[in-house]
């Protein structure tokens, strides 16, 4: 046996491939920045700042920088950063729980579907694209108001229709795996087809839908204020963005700036998620582009 | 009498540059081909074989330094500019590369392809000429059926087929030097036999000099000519294919051979070399293959072994084994 | 070597695109020995290789694995069936899981078989040791490895459930011939230490013959000739073994060189499938494909040139 031990006295530098220098882009960077930002803010903002609820008719539409009230005061006189300070929560969270849920239910739709024969596949797959029939915000909005309104409903409304795109993601990454060799090993291991889609599928198809989803969760806070807009996500006098700029929209003659505020923090974050992804997706060495 | 040899390389180095890192792929490779005779460059992955074959061609452009000399017919060609060597290339000196898909056009038939060679190199500029020559040059690549062929495109084609159409292109502006890259590599070790048979036969009836890149000890020693033995962008061993690969003069030489599974050999005694082929960018320090060796001796770490002449006509790069031969 | 490991009788498949990848097929693997298939592309031994390990269901003929037909196994059955079936695969930049670390491949199989977490760690480094590897490459990710090294983890995967039969399909075929003699030399070792049978499935003759115990030698999803290794070499009796040897450079022998390529699996030539490159062809190799005939002791061909020798009374 000496071959073995002479293989094995000797460093094997030879690699097969240099892993690529992983590394964010400054963009994603300042990505990662804000998000960080909106979830210290929308953990801890609200120990900050005042009562968003309370309001004072007294000093109603008050503009931004006046003493006490940084960012104004509203149609019923309360304070705009409180409000939006406290929006940061559950309009964070309307983004989130939707995208969480169809990260998990997607990815194990899509990773049957791909390890199914040829009619397990169409099966789930041509169900999905029921979907894509309609405009995503079209159906989310049908189906929230079918549920009536109400930050849950709105929340499994959203849900509904992000978990389609995630599935097709994960589905075509499994797809790409099966004719692989190690797929083939796998097969041939013994093992079952539960452990095979947990232990090797699920490492190689994960990257690319948390890629996919944190660029999501920006579609997903837009999403969800525009229901909240449209008085079918969260009722009042609770914050959250969409709904500000809802009753901001009403000012919108005498007050023009008051509707911008909370629209620009929606823009901000959403637009944060989506670079951060793109950021994300050079980070886990994510072949290829991952879109619905 | 002197006689300027077709192709004529010296010292040539080749270096990658991408941004600020530099790759040394070739350190230093020198050999001359003479008129009719074939030059195989023989090594594994990473040793560099290919990128000197193609560093004699220029083909990297700006992505890489080539250093040192490279005369075609007495020509100095790493001087010329960009203008005049596309004018060479393919006329004067020629390619075949190892995956024939990729060297002709998916979109247009084979004859018009070798047409277009030879309008281009000035050979034959009427078309009706350029269709008669195209066809001549398919059937003396062995293609059965000229005609048919020539109204092929690319995917219609056999992979043996493509490579003989190739082929055509390539001697098609009777070059002084062609360089064979892999050429077989791809193909079915019957389809293998075929096209090695063809290139010595057109070697033979066109009087080429052919610098043939391989890896594969077996298609060296059966196409004959020089054999320079390149491990980690160096020539470690230069001379007669016949002598170097039954008695060579460098231990690397001497383990790939040993490697190689022959009957007669038992089963699991191959006696194979430790460790693996350094990775480029990644080559030792002193002498490349001492890591490997196992009749290194300490200096070898640090010093840089030179070609010197071993036997008429063979040059190694090995003091230790070549010291013991001169003594014994 | 009496004792039957595997029985592949009369196996054929085609595929939806009307390929006929194999046809005909029957090969037995006995115990400890190594049975190398060899034949260009698309002469039907990957396929074959898929069909004995279980992974491809053929349309016709059946696999027995030790006096068990594979095909009448349910799956629980089957799962537990491959601890002693395993495979190595070509590419060693795919025959590992890019995303595991090499402990996890090889955990993988482990856990496959119910080993318990701590018995897992000790077996996956000797296993690692037996391929000539140490406890630092197993937490190393496929990428930062050679492919000598890929290779012998995928060796090692294939061990780790002590298996009866490894299929390697091609498995030396892309390392560079230095490394190559190193990777024959472990799976010879590990042969002799471990009794495994192996299926060495390869393009490259030389390769196979050195590795093999008995040779089979495929064309257009046909066996043309199985014979013991050296008397392969030695003493070839299809037309198309002659050829492939004598196309197999470095070898000093006279060259047959065959004309033309390898017909279409789709639409093969009525007859024999070989008439249309052989140099020995006649007329009555176009009614039918001769089936395999005693051409020596223990040496078959399928050629109506192979005539059976009489064996001395």
């Known amino acids: 046996m000496t071959a073995l031990t002479e293989a094995a006295s000797l460093p094997d530098t030879t690699t097969i491939s240099k892993p690529r220098r992983r590394r964010m882009t400054a963009s994603a960077t300042a990505a990662a920045v804000v998000v960080v930002l909106i979830v210290l803010t929308a953990l801890f903002g609200p120990l900050l700042v005042g009562d968003p609820v309370a309001g004072d008719t007294a000093h109603r539409l008050l503009p931004a920088g006046t003493a006490g009230h940084v960012l104004g005061t509203d149609g019923q006189g309360r304070d705009v950063l409180a409000r939006l300070v406290d929006g940061t929560r559950l309009s964070l969270l309307a983004g989130l729980i939707p995208v969480l849920f169809a990260a998990i239910v997607g990815t194990g739709l899509g990773v049957t579907a791909g390890l199914s024969g040829k009619w397990g596949q169409r099966l789930i797959m041509r169900t999905l694209d029921v979907f894509y029939a309609f405009p995503a915000v079209l159906l989310a909005i049908a189906i929230a108001a079918a549920l009536g309104s109400g930050l849950s409903n709105a929340i499994i409304a959203l849900a509904v229709i992000l978990v389609p795109p995630v599935a097709r993601v994960a589905e075509t990454e499994t797809r790409r795996l099966v004719d692989l060799d190690y797929m083939e090993a796998a097969r041939a291991s013994g093992a079952s087809r539960s452990a095979i889609a947990l232990r090797q599928v699920l490492p190689n198809?994960?990257?690319?839908?948390?890629?996919?989803?944190?660029?999501?969760?920006?579609?997903?806070?837009?999403?969800?204020?525009?229901?909240?807009?449209?008085?079918?996500?969260?009722?009042?006098?609770?914050?959250?963005?969409?709904?500000?700029?809802?009753?901001?929209?009403?000012?919108?003659?005498?007050?023009?700036?008051?509707?911008?505020?909370?629209?620009?923090?929606?823009?901000?974050?959403?637009?944060?998620?989506?670079?951060?992804?793109?950021?994300?997706?050079?980070?886990?060495?994510?072949?290829?582009?991952?879109r619905a | 009498m002197s006689v300027i040899p077709p192709l004529e390389v010296t010292d040539l180095t080749t270096t990658f540059v991408a941004g600020r890192r530099r790759t040394e792929v070739v350190r230093g490779v020198s050999f001359t081909i003479r008129r009719g005779e074939t030059m195989m460059l023989l090594g594994e992955s990473g040793s560099g074989k290919s990128v000197t074959a193609r560093s004699i061609m220029r083909l990297y452009g700006s992505s890489a330094d080539v250093g040192g000399s490279v005369r075609l017919a007495g020509r100095e060609l790493l001087e010329l500019p960009e203008q005049q060597l596309r004018a060479i290339r393919g006329g004067q000196i020629a390619l075949v590369p190892q995956d024939p898909t990729g060297a002709l056009d998916p979109l247009r038939r084979i004859g018009s392809q070798l047409a277009e060679v030879l309008g281009v190199h000035g050979v034959e500029g009427v078309k009706t000429a350029a269709r008669r020559r195209a066809e001549e040059l398919l059937a003396m690549v062995g293609i059965p059926d000229p005609k048919r062929v020539a109204d092929s495109y690319p995917h219609e084609l056999s992979g043996g087929m493509r490579q003989r159409a190739v082929i055509a292109i390539a001697v098609s502006c009777d070059p002084q030097v062609l360089i064979a890259d892999e050429p077989t590599t791809a193909l079915d070790v019957t389809v293998q036999a075929q096209i090695l048979e063809l290139l010595a036969d057109l070697q033979q009836r066109l009087g080429m000099a052919v610098l043939m890149v391989t890896h594969d000890v077996g298609v060296a020693a059966d196409f004959g000519g020089r054999v320079g033995v390149m491990y980690a962008g160096r020539l470690v061993e230069d001379g007669p294919a016949n002598e170097v690969l039954s008695t060579p003069r460098h231990p690397y030489t001497a383990g790939l051979l040993d490697s190689l599974p022959t009957p007669g050999v038992t089963r699991g005694s191959l006696r194979s070399i430790i460790g693996s082929p350094p990775p480029v960018g990644a080559f030792p320090a002193g002498c490349a293959f001492a890591p490997r060796c196992p009749q290194a001796r300490p200096s070898c770490g640090h010093e840089d072994p030179p070609l010197v002449a071993v036997a008429e006509d063979r040059v190694a790069a090995c003091p230790v084994v070549n010291a013991e031969q001169v003594v014994a | 070597m009496s004792d039957v490991l595997l029985q592949a009788e009369n196996l054929s498949k085609t595929f939806g695109n009307g390929v006929r990848a194999v046809s005909d097929v029957s090969l037995t693997v006995h115990k400890g020995e190594t049975l190398g298939v060899v034949g260009e592309s698309g002469c039907g031994k990957s396929t074959t290789g898929k069909m004995l390990l279980g992974l491809l269901a053929p349309d016709s003929g059946s696999v027995t694995f030790d006096g068990v037909p594979l095909a009448g196994l349910g799956r629980g059955r089957l799962r537990a069936l491959r601890a002693r079936l395993q495979v190595v695969p070509q590419n060693p930049q795919t025959s590992l899981n890019p995303r595991l670390r090499v402990r996890q491949s090889i955990e993988f199989n482990l856990r496959a078989h119910g080993m318990e977490r701590a018995a897992r760690r000790p077996r996956i480094l000797e296993l690692l040791e037996r391929v000539g590897l140490t406890a630092v490459q197993a937490e190393r990710y496929p990428h930062e490895l050679s492919g000598g090294q890929l290779q012998r983890v995928a060796i090692a995967r294939a061990l780790a459930t002590s298996p009866d039969l490894v299929v390697c399909d091609e498995a030396v075929s892309a390392l560079d011939k230095s490394v190559q003699a190193q990777v024959l030399n472990l799976l010879a070792g590990l042969q002799a230490e471990t009794g495994v049978a192996f299926l060495f499935i390869s393009h490259d003759l030389a390769v196979v013959e050195h590795i093999s115990d008995r040779v089979a030698v495929m064309y257009l999803g046909r066996v043309v000739e199985l014979a013991p290794a050296s008397q392969l070499w030695a003493d070839p009796r299809h037309p198309y073994t002659r050829a492939l040897l004598s196309a197999t450079p470095g070898q000093g022998r006279e060259r047959i060189v065959l004309s033309g390529d390898l017909p279409n699996p789709a639409d093969p030539p009525s007859g024999c499938g070989f008439r249309t490159r052989c140099p020995v062809a006649e007329t009555a190799c176009q009614t039918e494909w001769p089936p395999l005939a005693e051409a020596a002791p223990s040496h078959q061909a399928a050629c109506v040139h192979v005539s059976p020798v009489a064996v001395p009374g």
Do not use: K
């Open chain 1, 205 to 290: 198809v994960a990257p690319p839908v948390v890629v996919y989803c944190t660029a999501l969760i920006g579609l997903s806070i837009v999403y969800s204020a525009g229901l909240s807009f449209l008085g079918l996500g969260i009722s009042p006098p609770t914050p959250e963005w969409g709904l500000m700029v809802s009753e901001h929209t009403q000012y919108i003659y005498s007050a023009p700036f008051l509707a911008a505020i909370p629209a620009l923090a929606i823009l901000v974050a959403s637009v944060a998620f989506n670079v951060l992804g793109d950021g994300l997706r050079d980070l886990l060495d994510v072949r290829g582009e991952v």
